[in-house]
């Protein structure tokens, strides 16, 4: 199993909605990642977990809040957001020993916020 | 702070022709690894290719081949053969080497858009 799951694939949500995206992956990797991506822009790093703890915050707002329950699984917690947040979410997933240096993407959650 | 250029924001190809995507890079580490990642219409980034800066090497992975050169920073990636699948956005990516903290940052150039031509 090579696959990073994102669900769910397209979220509309309203500025005082709380909702959840889920991103799960199953190749043992210890590190996982959440990116944002704006349309024609490469993707900007939000967070990184590194053996179930948060190791990166590049600076995100407080209504993006990120859980990381188990070794497989990476919630990012979405309250009171704004029109701007509206975006591609990434999740992604990599070794941390026996380094590849790769990340593993998912397909991605797509926001839209009213 | 690493910056990775990609100065081409959009090409085309015709299918079956080849075409070359250009990188550039800026970094005072001597040990990193360089990336191409592809990023169809369906969204999910994939990887292509992979460099590590100590390996001399060319890597190459089927039809798609870069052209390393570590002095001048520069990270090419040559797409032979060009196919319909291929078009897609194609970002260049920089990797330090592990940082310690059990993670690992990249940074994306902005990328460039091929269009394959039938």
């Known amino acids: 199993d090579t696959e990073v799951t994102q669900t769910p694939k397209h979220l509309v949500m309203g500025m005082t909605n709380k909702k959840s995206l889920k991103c799960e992956q199953h190749?043992?990797?210890?590190?996982m990642y959440w990116y944002k991506q704006k349309a024609k822009k490469p993707p900007e790093l939000m967070f990184v977990?590194?053996?179930?703890?948060?190791?990166i915050n590049e600076s995100v707002p407080s209504r993006f809040s990120p859980e990381c329950p188990n070794s497989s699984l990476l919630n990012l917690h979405l309250h009171a957001l704004q029109p701007e947040d509206s975006a591609l979410y990434l999740c992604?997933?990599?070794?941390?020993?026996?380094?590849?240096?790769?990340?593993?993407f998912g397909e991605g959650s797509r926001l839209t916020v009213l | 702070a690493q910056t990775v250029t990609q100065s081409q924001p959009e090409m085309s190809v015709q299918e079956a022709e080849t075409v070359t995507l250009s990188c550039t890079y800026d970094?005072?580490?001597?040990?990193?690894?360089l990336f191409w990642y592809k990023q169809p219409p369906s969204r999910q980034m994939i990887l292509v290719i992979r460099?590590?800066?100590?390996?001399?090497q060319n890597a190459t992975e089927n039809r798609f081949s870069v052209n390393f050169q570590k002095a001048a920073k520069s990270f090419s990636l040559k797409i032979s053969d060009s196919q319909l699948g291929d078009a897609a956005m194609y970002f260049c990516?920089?990797?330090?080497?592990?940082?310690?903290?059990?993670?690992?940052?990249?940074?994306f150039g902005k990328g460039t858009k091929l269009s394959v031509i039938p």
């Open positions: 992604a997933s990599s070794q941390v020993e026996r380094d590849t240096g790769e990340l593993f």
């Open positions: 190749m043992g990797h210890r590190a």
């Open positions: 977990y590194s053996y179930e703890k948060l190791s």
């Open positions: 970094t005072s580490e001597s040990d990193y690894y």
């Open positions: 460099q590590e800066a100590y390996k001399q």
């Open positions: 990516a920089y990797r330090s080497p592990y940082s310690g903290a059990g993670s690992y940052q990249l940074t």
